[in-house]
């Protein structure tokens, strides 16, 4: 492929050399992945069949002092290695402005990282205030700990805030650049931000509809950590690695009743061909009965394909939810947000978090009981953002706070709206 004066040619086999010109990359894999943080569930979210890694974020700092941890992390890992993937990390870096402030950082999560030995662990380098020398002295300390270094950001970003060139002289970067918002299961290359020494290109966080971050390995680094890139090979063993390799290797068995199942988050019509609800992807509910090719789901009373959802156990049935006509009891899942469980049950997630005595930042936890209400839904305001808008300038015209906005909306950037998206208030 040619495009804006780049040569990408895609091959099969071993790891070519690295980027060797600011417009020139070779791409030895082309293998497709994902990265995720806590808003994509205790188990990730996949955007299609042949994605082979993902990235997953253990937690960081935005201040260069305190820190937090994403409690999805561990799971994430484990499910990418059952899945026969690769599993990688990275640590959202911002504020962190001294060689002082790295190490402390790293103190407290490298103990942490349980990708294998050799696998990423990448800076997540896109907002705040930022120093040259201090990320490079993180990508050594990851270095030295036997992990694979990696900067991510975008690049005009990180041109405008670091000494870009001297990093990429360092180690591999991971660049973002989106053509639109459109669904983009595919990398434009004409949007490709052309920098030397490029390993990952992040081309889109629309690569399923709904939002989902989409990235293509350029060079093969996501074959680190793994022997000739296989998951269930990893070079060292951590607990979710461990966990993950045991749940690849115990037999699948057919579903039948009483088993308990994930929705896959690829699965679009229920057998009976009516579209399924986003809500219900990446759920689990337990098998009441079985049909031939199809099972019929407790809490949904929905059949849908087996080939629809994966066994997660067979034990004693998961906690379904008990709904009636007035108020009612639900047993929190692992995937589950205020704004899941109230949509199932036509409420609004702030009557919810209030019913019991929460407020919509507060943590949810697999098997925490909460009172739901079967009654009437209340339905969210919407307003479509127009050229000029800023999030603030929105959330002024339609007197609400811009914490508000950004809760009621999932957004993580508050710097990156785009004309025609629609905000909930």
């Known amino acids: 492929m040619v495009a804006l004066g780049m040569v990408l040619p895609f091959a099969t086999g071993a790891v070519t050399n690295n980027v060797v010109n600011d417009n020139v990359a070779y791409a030895a894999k082309g293998d497709h992945g994902v990265d995720w943080s806590k808003y994509q569930g205790a188990y990730g979210k996949w955007g299609y069949a042949h994605d082979k890694f993902a990235i997953a974020q253990i937690g960081g700092t935005v201040d260069g002092y305190n820190y937090y941890t994403q409690w999805t992390y561990p799971t994430q890992v484990s499910q990418t290695i059952a899945q026969g993937k690769r599993a990688h990390t990275y640590i959202w870096w911002q504020n962190v402005t001294t060689e002082w402030q790295a190490d402390q950082v790293l103190n407290y999560f490298l103990p942490k990282v349980q990708t294998p030995k050799g696998s990423i662990v990448a800076l997540d380098v896109e907002s705040g205030n930022q120093n040259t020398q201090a990320i490079q002295h993180a990508c050594d300390r990851i270095k030295d700990a036997g992990y694979t270094p990696m900067v991510y950001g975008y690049k005009n970003y990180l041109v405008s805030h670091v000494d870009l060139n001297y990093l990429a002289d360092h180690e591999q970067l991971w660049l973002a650049e989106y053509p639109n918002y459109q669904v983009t299961p595919e990398p434009n290359y004409n949007y490709f931000p052309s920098y030397k020494n490029v390993g990952v290109f992040q081309f889109t966080s629309t690569y399923v509809a709904g939002g ?3 990235d293509v390995d350029l060079t093969g680094i996501t074959d680190n950590g793994y022997n000739g890139g296989q998951a269930d090979k990893p070079k060292t063993m951590t607990p979710a690695v461990k966990q993950g390799i045991i749940a690849d290797n115990t037999p699948k068995k057919d579903i039948t009743n009483g088993y308990a199942v994930k929705v896959n988050y690829s699965a679009s019509r229920w057998a009976t061909g009516q579209a399924i609800p986003s809500w219900i992807k990446g759920n689990t ?8 090719n199809k099972v019929l789901l407790s809490g949904v009373m929905s059949w849908i394909n087996k080939s629809d959802v994966e066994i997660v156990s067979t034990g004693a049935p998961i906690a379904q939810p008990r709904q009636n006509n007035s108020t009612g009891y639900y047993v929190v899942q692992y995937g589950d947000s205020w704004w899941s469980i109230a949509h199932k049950y036509g409420m609004n997630m702030y009557t919810l978090a209030a019913l019991n005595g929460r407020s919509i930042n507060s943590m949810l936890y697999p098997n925490q009981t909460l009172r739901v209400s079967g009654g009437q839904a209340t ?6 953002i127009k050229n000029g808008d800023t999030l603030s300038g929105i959330a002024n015209k339609l007197g609400v706070s811009m914490n508000t906005l ?6 993580r950037n508050a710097n990156l709206i785009y004309v025609g998206q629609h905000l909930n208030y």
């Open 285 to 292: 509910y337990n098998v009441i009965q079985t049909n031939g």
């Open 212 to 214: 989902l971050d989409g």
């Open 379 to 384: 339905y969210n305001r919407v307003y479509y």
């Open 406 to 411: 950004i809760a009621k909306n999932g957004i």
